[in-house]
């Protein structure tokens, strides 16, 4: 219908030569900035959208797509996928760009496990993804609990492949190749930006202990697919978003994301700049370029935005890589 709802708002200027621009009162504010055409998205009403937010209700479970604000949720839902949120919803960080609060978690939910194994088979995923808050209050950031949820969602729905979206375990020795281990079919951590804006955006990380992450995954694990992304229009330049698919490349990472910053509330970190379409195109075509299997930039690209569709171009990609026949799509 046309006359649906949607979150946006007349355009802003931007950039057209594909280059960092200097901010400027006309392109950068204290709060919010008005959304570009670009930036369009409905909002949730369909039966499906309903229907998936009692599910999670019902079985006392968190998603990202809510916690984060995320502009796809009624596309996703109503297609219904949804990002499990696992540990709860309250995170032990407070990264600049993040919608999720923060303080001290509650203890483990022991039901979890079995409840997101049912969500999967009540919602018939063929491929699910399941991420987390940081829990650095735990003893191993909850790999532990990681893998009691990919055990249980491969027991209850063993035809389902599993994404999984991990914090960065940071200094919990053993955490990375205790989950690498379960053999998720793809492991997922985000770099989420360029190493200079580390402090203001993601003060709590560490740029090379997250590409740490996604080598150690890999080397546990070489037949998984790995995968991270960025966001862009936080303030970065063009060379340290080509720096940064080196540095992925490096880590042997397979699967590359870059999505436009959007800014959740006034308290978050203001945008710097709406990203063009046409650059977003442009950081594709160098991605690729740089050998990656996979690639998704686009203004509204998301981790898990689309992952089941992205999942069979992976497993294609790879096995055109490899000079092997793709299967036939059941």
């Not at 039966?47 to 502009?71: D, F, H, I």
């Not at 993804?129 to 249980?152: N, P, Q």
């Not at 540095?247 to 910053?261: E, N, P």
């Amino acid at each position: 219908m046309t006359d649906e709802p949607t979150t946006t708002a007349p355009a802003s200027p931007t950039s057209s030569d594909g280059g960092a621009e200097t901010s400027t009162p006309a392109n950068r504010t204290s709060g919010y900035q008005r959304k570009p055409d670009w930036i369009r998205v409905k909002a949730p009403t369909s039966k499906e959208y309903g229907e998936t937010r009692q599910l999670m209700r019902r079985l006392s479970l968190n998603t990202v797509c809510e916690e984060a604000a995320c502009p796809n949720i009624g596309e996703c839902w109503k297609n219904r996928h949804a990002t499990v949120m696992i540990m709860g919803d309250t995170c032990t960080r407070a990264c600049r760009f993040c919608n999720i609060k923060t303080g001290m978690p509650n203890r483990l939910d022991p039901d979890e496990p079995r409840n997101v194994a049912e969500a999967v088979g009540e919602m018939h995923l063929r491929h699910v993804v399941i991420t987390s808050v940081d829990r650095d209050d735990l003893e191993d950031g909850g790999a532990a609990h990681f893998v009691k949820v990919i055990e249980a969602v491969r027991e209850h729905a063993p035809g389902t492949t599993i994404e999984i979206l991990t914090p960065d375990f940071r200094n919990k020795e053993g955490a990375i190749k205790r989950v690498a281990e379960a053999r998720p079919d793809v492991f997922n951590h985000n770099l989420e930006t360029v190493p200079r804006l580390y402090p203001s955006i993601r003060p709590g990380a560490r740029y090379f202990g997250s590409l740490r992450l996604l080598e150690m995954a890999k080397d546990t694990a070489p037949d998984i697919f790995t995968k991270s992304g960025i966001m862009v229009g936080l303030g970065e330049t063009k060379e340290e978003v080509f720096q940064v698919m080196d540095d992925l490349r490096s880590a042997k990472v397979d699967f590359i994301t870059i999505g436009q910053y959007l800014q959740p509330t006034p308290k978050h970190a203001p945008v710097d700049r709406f990203v063009t379409p046409a650059e977003f195109e442009d950081y594709a075509r160098m991605a690729r370029a740089k050998g990656f299997l996979m690639v998704s930039a686009t203004p509204l690209t998301r981790s898990s935005y689309h992952a089941d569709r992205d999942y069979e171009q992976l497993k294609a990609a790879r096995m055109k890589a490899l000079g092997q026949a793709a299967p036939a799509a059941e």
